[in-house]
C-alpha cells in the first residue's frame, strides 16, 4: 500500500533505475492506499509472478504521474490491473491480466511514450476524466492483441496511436458522450487492424463521432 499525504513533496519509487529488478511474488498485491500529495509514482523493473488484482489510485494534485516502465525499464503484470491518476505514463509493459483499467482525471497534459503489448483475452479501458490531453503511443507503437475501449467523459482528448503505426487484433470501441475521439492525430499515426480470429468491429457506445486519421486493414480472420 502506497500513501503521501496532502502537503507530501516526495515520490515513490519502486524500482529506481533501468538497472532494477522487482517481483511481485504470487502473495503479493498492490492495494489502494491514501495518496493526496504531489506524488509522482514510478514503477520501473517490476515482474508480477501471479494473477491477483493491481490497484492504485492516486488522488493527488492536477500534474501528479503514475509511471508505468520506461524506455529502459519494462513491467511485466500478470494479474488484472487498475491505475487511475491525475496523469499516467505507460512505457514498454506487457499486461497478461483479464481486464486493464487506466484513468486519467488531471488539467495536466500527458505524451504516453507507448511501446505496451496487451495479450489476447484482454479488455484494456483507457479514460480520460480529465482537462488535459492524453495521447497514446507517440514514440514506440502499441500492441493491443485483446479489445481496447477508450472513452473520453471531459474536454481532455484522450487521443489513440497518437504518433505510431500501432496494430489492434480484437475489437475497438469508442465511448464518448459529445466529445470527438481522434486516432492518429499525429502525422504518423497509424490504426493497423491485425485481427485473425474472427471479424473485428469498431464501434462507438455513445454520442460522440470518433476519426480516424489514417486506417490499414490487414485482418486475416473475417
Known amino acids: ?12 519509487y519502486i524500482g529506481k533505475s533501468q538497472y532494477s529488478s522487482v517481483t511481485i511474488a504470487n502473495t503479493g498485491q498492490l492495494i489502494d492506499g491514501t495518496i493526496a500529495g504531489a506524488t509522482n509514482v514510478y514503477f520501473y523493473g517490476v515482474t508480477q509472478n501471479g ?5 492504485l489510485t492516486n488522488t493527488a494534485a492536477s500534474g501528479s504521474t503514475i509511471y508505468l516502465g520506461s524506455s529502459t525499464a519494462s513491467n511485466t503484470w500478470n494479474g488484472s490491473v487498475t491505475f487511475t491518476a491525475p496523469n499516467i505514463n505507460l512505457a514498454n509493459s506487457t499486461y497478461n491480466g483479464t481486464t486493464n483499467v487506466f ?11 507507448g511501446g505496451n503489448t496487451f495479450a489476447a483475452g484482454t479488455v484494456t479501458t483507457f479514460s480520460n476524466n ?31 496511436n497518437y504518433a505510431t503505426n500501432c496494430s489492434y487484433a480484437g475489437n475497438i470501441t469508442f465511448n464518448s458522450p459529445s466529445y470527438t475521439i ?4 499525429g502525422a504518423t499515426g497509424i490504426m493497423t487492424l491485425t485481427g485473425s480470429s474472427g471479424t ?9 463521432i470518433p476519426i ?11
Open 1 to 12: 500500500q502506497l500513501n503521501s499525504s496532502a502537503s507530501s513533496t516526495g515520490d515513490i
Open 182 to 185: 481522434t486516432a492518429g492525430a
Open 130 to 160: 480529465g482537462t488535459g490531453y492524453w495521447r497514446l503511443a507517440n514514440t514506440t507503437a502499441d500492441v493491443y492483441n485483446g479489445d481496447v475501449i477508450f472513452s473520453q467523459t471531459n474536454s481532455g482528448a484522450i487521443v489513440p
Open 200 to 208: 473485428q468491429t469498431v464501434s462507438l457506445t455513445s454520442g460522440g
Open 103 to 113: 484513468t486519467a482525471n488531471g488539467s495536466s497534459s500527458q505524451a504516453c511514450t
Open 51 to 55: 494473477n491477483l488484482i493491481q490497484s
Open 212 to 222: 480516424i486519421t489514417n486506417l490499414a486493414i490487414s485482418n486475416t480472420g473475417g
